[in-house]
C-alpha cells in the first residue's frame, strides 16, 4: 500500500480556529476521497482477548496513572455481562466513578467494545476507542476524557472518519458487530472542553455542517452519582 497522508494527519486538525478549518475541509473532501487507494488494506482476522482485565496498581503514592485507554477498558469492562470482574474490586480505579471509571452507562446506548483493531495496515492508524450500540445500529466512537484532553472537535471527528473508512469487514468484526448497521461517532462528556467548543454559538455554521456532512453522531457523557448516562445530542 502506498504511504498516504490521512486525512486525521492534516497540520491543521489541532488548530483552536475549527470553523475555518471546517471551511476548508468541505471542498478538500473530494480530491481525498479519490486519491487514497484501499485496494492492499485487509482485516486482521487474530481475534485481541478481550475477556478480562488485571486490575490497575497505584503509582506508589497512592495514585493511579490514567489516560484515554484505560478509561474506554473501565467502560468496557463495567459494563459488558459475562466478564470476569472479580480484579475490578482490588483495582485502583474502583473509587473514582466520578471521572467514568467503574461507573455504570445508563441510558439507550451500551459499551460492546474497546480498543477495536479496524485493519492490519495502515501506517498512522491506531485503534477505535470504544463501539457503542443501540437495537438499531453499531457506532465507531472516538473518545475524550472529561478531563484533562484539549483535543478539538475537528481532530476527533476526523480520527474517527479515518478509522471509518479503513475498517474492514472481516471475522473479528463479525463477531464484535453482528450485521448491525455502522455509524460513525464521537463522544465528550458535559462540560469538557468539547462540549463546551460544540455548544459555543461562535462555533459557527461550518461546525455542525461539517458533522453532518460526514454523518457522525455525536454523544455527550453526563454524570448522575455514580452512574454515566450517554445520550445522543446531533
Not at 470482574?85 to 473514582?96: N, P, S, Y
Not at 472481516?170 to 458487530?177: D, E, T
Not at 455502522?182 to 455554521?205: T, V
Amino acid at each position: 500500500m502506498k504511504e498516504s497522508k490521512w486525512i486525521k494527519d492534516r497540520e491543521t486538525v489541532n488548530q483552536s480556529t475549527f470553523d475555518e478549518v471546517a471551511a476548508e475541509l468541505l471542498e478538500a473532501l473530494k480530491p481525498f476521497d479519490e486519491n487514497l487507494d484501499f485496494s492492499d488494506v485487509d482485516a486482521r482476522e487474530e481475534e485481541t482477548d478481550r475477556s478480562f482485565c488485571k486490575e490497575f496498581s497505584n503509582m506508589g503514592d497512592g495514585t493511579a496513572k490514567t489516560n484515554e485507554r484505560r478509561l474506554c477498558k473501565c467502560l468496557y469492562f463495567t459494563n459488558t455481562e459475562n466478564k470476569v470482574k472479580t480484579k475490578c474490586d482490588v483495582c485502583a480505579l474502583k473509587d473514582r466513578q466520578s471521572e467514568g471509571y467503574h461507573a455504570k452507562v445508563i441510558g439507550n446506548f451500551k459499551v460492546i467494545y474497546y480498543e477495536f483493531v479496524p485493519t492490519n495496515k495502515g501506517k498512522g492508524i491506531g485503534n477505535v476507542d470504544l463501539i457503542l450500540a443501540d437495537e438499531s445500529f453499531a457506532y465507531l466512537t472516538e473518545v475524550k476524557p472529561p478531563k484533562g484532553n484539549n483535543e478539538t472537535l475537528l481532530r476527533m471527528l476526523l480520527e474517527i472518519e479515518t478509522y471509518y473508512r479503513v475498517t474492514v469487514k472481516g471475522k473479528q468484526y463479525k463477531k464484535v458487530v453482528g450485521d448491525k448497521p455502522l455509524r460513525k461517532a464521537i463522544l465528550f462528556f458535559k462540560d469538557s472542553p468539547q462540549y463546551i467548543a460544540y455548544n459555543d454559538p461562535a462555533c459557527g455554521a461550518n461546525t455542525k455542517e461539517l458533522l453532518k456532512k460526514f454523518g457522525i453522531t455525536v454523544f455527550c457523557a453526563e454524570f448522575t452519582g455514580t452512574e454515566i448516562l450517554i445520550k445522543a445530542i446531533g
